[in-house]
Structures are given as C-alpha cells and as structure tokens.
C-alpha cells in the first residue's frame, strides 16, 4: 500500500511566521506535489517535484517555496506565513512518465494563520 | 485555466444515478477522476487516456470527450458510500501536472 503522510494534521501559525509543512511518501515515486484546497476553488497546484532538487511552479507558487532534498521527502514552505494562506494543503506522489499514473494524496494539514 | 465540472452539487436516493461533466477549454490528453470524503484525502477513481486507454476501478465508469474537450463519470444504482466530493484533473500537454476543477458535491440519502 502507498503511503503518503504529511507532518502535521492541524496547525496554527502566527502572521509573519516561517511554516515548513513536511510530506514524505514510501513508494519510491519520482514526482511530488502540493497543493492547496480551498473551498469552490477544488485543488490548485502550488509546485511539483519530478526529481531531487529539481521543481517546477505550478499555478499559485507565489509565496511559497519548496525543498526535496531526498526523493521521499518534499517540504513547502511558507517564507512569511500570511493570513491569506490560511487552507488545507495537500501532497500527492505518482511515479514519472506523465499524467497516465494515478496520484496519491497524503491526509492534508489544514494551516490557520492568525 | 481550471476545467469546469458540473453540477456543483447534486442529491440522490439510494439506488439513483448520476453523471458528473469536466469540461476542459483547451484540449486533453488525460483527465483523472478522485473522490474526497470529509476529512480525508482524495482517491484515484479513474483514468481516461487520449486515444480510448482507460485506466481505474471496475465498478466506475467514464466517458471522454477529445473533440468537446470534456469528460464525464457515471454513478449507476448510487450507494451512501459514493458520498462525497468529486474532482477531474486534466493534463493538456503529456506532462505530469494536472489541473483540477472545483469540484462536485455528491450526497446519496436512504
């Protein structure tokens, strides 16, 4: 079974704040992702991981950057957490090759900015 | 641009279909369907490949579209557990990224 867990289910962080929201999956998969889930809006892309070190901005990357330092783990990271952040952020790994392999999606970390 | 699923929300009894549309303005090369529960993560229904290749679960089925650009899934004989909210993800160019429509809210009551 492929498992994709995220470091924190809730968290609460202060306007200004450095967040690092960690995901680490267990099936040797070459692609990562995070997105984030707001309401009517579905999930938007926020960046993708195809390798260790490599990225690529997906279509909401502003204010936000990432670290895959080691191929099961992808960290996003919030610079200067800001209330508009506020939202459920999901992580999701599939292998390479393209869109024609399923992803997988860890629990979500639902971040509230205050 | 995010494709367009319709409708946004839909109620059923058990035992009644549905159909969910994902219509796309620029043309696809795949389009992935995931169910979300309350509180969980999403979980891959199906994939539908430009040139007729599906890939998925036997009990679902879909439909795709290349010249309307859209999709559509079809929930026959509805059960409470296909409660939930639905997402299709389109991929326009042979990548690996997708973009996902806002979502469709299914509730199946007894």
């Known amino acids: 079974d492929v498992k994709v867990t995220q470091s924190s289910r809730y968290l609460v962080k202060r306007t200004g704040e450095k967040v690092f929201l960690e995901c680490v999956q267990d099936m040797d998969h070459e692609n990562m992702f995070w997105y984030r889930q707001d309401p009517g809006l579905g999930l938007r892309l926020i960046y993708f991981?195809?390798?260790?070190?490599?990225?690529e901005k997906g279509d909401i990357p502003e204010g936000y950057s990432v670290s895959r330092e080691k191929k099961e783990r992808f960290s996003l990271i919030l610079e200067s957490a800001s209330t508009n952040q506020t939202s459920m952020y999901l992580c999701?790994?599939?292998?390479?090759?393209?869109?024609?392999?399923?992803?997988?999606f860890g629990p979500g970390t639902r971040l509230t900015v205050t | 641009q995010q494709p367009v699923q319709s409708p946004q929300a839909v109620i059923l009894r058990e035992g009644e279909d549905a159909v969910i549309n994902c219509s796309s303005s620029k043309a696809l090369y795949s389009v992935h369907w995931y169910r979300q529960k309350h509180g969980e993560a999403p979980v891959f229904l199906m994939i539908l490949l430009k040139g007729g290749e599906q890939k998925g679960h036997e009990k679902i089925s879909a439909s795709f579209n290349e010249k309307k650009q859209q999709s559509s899934l079809y929930l026959t004989a509805s059960q409470l557990s296909y409660s939930g909210t639905y997402f299709c993800?389109?991929?326009?160019?042979?990548?690996?990224?997708?973009?996902f429509g806002g979502g469709t809210r299914l509730m199946v009551k007894p």
């Open positions: 993800g389109t991929d326009s160019n042979a990548g690996n990224m997708l973009t």
């Open positions: 991981s195809y390798d260790v070190k490599m990225k």
């Open positions: 999701a790994s599939c292998p390479g090759g393209g869109s024609i392999y399923e992803q997988y």
